[in-house]
Structure formats: C-alpha cells, structure tokens
C-alpha cells in the first residue's frame, strides 16, 4: 500500500493541481463577470447587465462568492420591469433559469429561484405577446396561449444526477488516466513503456464514459 501510495501521489496532486485551476478560473470569471454587471447596470444599460448577470451565475461553483448577489439583480430588474417593459423582465428572468439550469449536477442550484422563474414567466411572455400585437394574447385565446407557456416551462430541463454522475467520473477517470500514462509510461530515457498503454486505455475509457454521458445529457 506505501510503495502504490509512493508512485501515486504525483499523479493525484497533478489531478487535484487541474480542478483547482479550473475552479480559480470558473471564480475570477465569475467575479469580473459580476464586476461588469454592475457597472453597466449604474451606467443604465440594463440589457447588457443582464447579459453579464447570466455569465456570473454560469461560471457556477459551489463556493461561487457572487451567485446569489447577481440572481438577486436579475430578480428586482425582472420584478421592476415586469410591467413597463416586460420583455426585460422575461430577459433577466429567463436568464436567470438558465444559467442556475446550466450549474445543475449532483443537485440544482437555488432550486427556488428555478421554481419562481418558472411560474413568472408565462404570464410575462403573454404580456409581451400582447405589446407586439399578437392576436393569441388578447380575448378567449389567452387562456390557451398562457397553458402553453406554462407547458413548455414545465417540461423538464436539465440532466438528472446519475448523467451528471457520470460525466463527472468519465472526466476524472480521462484525466487520470492521462496523468497515469505520462507517469507510468514513459521511462526515465523517454522511452515509453508497455504499461503506459493500460493507463492510455483507461483515458479512453474515461472519455467514452463522459462523451456518452454528455450525449445523454
């Protein structure tokens, strides 16, 4: 057990050296993403603050430091505008959905704001349908026209958590694998060594399991 601790270790700092450098930039991403919202949210570009709203929220970690301050913007733009310019508000809210959807794996981020988009968001796109003149959203249709928004919101979205199992060990499993090919399989010479092609199978291995996953998803 020492002597396979002793060969693995590097392998297993050079892994951890890799999510770590992916979560420092998913949270600097995140935090310059948030800086330019609120910049241009101050400057009254409001459509432009959403949009770098969104980015922060989808740069998401479970640390992430300004997840819940950027979904709180996008839910007072959407609240403030919901009757003036209601096609702001669907903007900012929907927005919103979609990028905690997309921070969705093993569970779903601020599944409460999910559900709130959700059930404001169809009445709002009547609203917008009817500012465009759209015969749908005026008299007996509307009825009709608001069930099919509610419908099509309802429909699932997303992966469910065994996917997002899957791609996350297919991912961890690739690149391991890599790892443990180039430390394994190539000598001090540089020559490569027959062992190295095991680890190189697990690589693949690894890849098919996260592009099947990712294909399901």
């Not at 970690?61 to 839910?75: E, S």
Request: aromatic residues 10%.
């Amino acid at each position: 057990m020492t002597k396979l601790w002793t060969r693995g270790w590097p392998a297993l700092a050079a892994l951890c050296v890799v999510l770590a450098s992916l979560g420092v930039r998913a949270t600097v991403e995140q935090r310059e993403a948030y800086a330019r919202a609120v910049a241009y949210e101050h400057q009254g570009d409001l459509w432009r603050a959403v949009d770098e709203y969104r980015w922060a929220i989808r740069w998401y970690t479970p640390w992430g430091p300004d997840l819940d301050d950027a979904a709180q913007a996008l839910v007072e733009i959407g609240q403030r505008h919901a009757q003036q310019d209601p096609e702001l508000a669907v903007q900012a809210l929907d927005n919103l959905r979609s990028g905690l959807i997309a921070g969705r794996s093993l569970w779903q981020p601020r599944a409460d704001l999910v559900a709130q988009c959700t059930a404001q968001l169809p009445a709002l796109l009547v609203r917008v349908a009817d500012r465009r003149g759209d015969p749908r959203a005026v008299g007996p249709a509307k009825a009709k026209l608001l069930a099919q928004f509610e419908a099509a919101y309802a429909r699932p979205v997303g992966v469910g958590p065994l996917t997002s199992a899957a791609v996350a060990l297919g991912f961890v499993v690739w690149l391991g694998g890599i790892v443990l090919a180039v430390r394994r399989g190539v000598a001090g010479d540089g020559r490569w060594q027959p062992a190295g092609w095991r680890y190189l199978g697990v690589a693949v291995l690894g890849f098919a399991v996260w592009a099947a996953a990712m294909a399901m998803g």
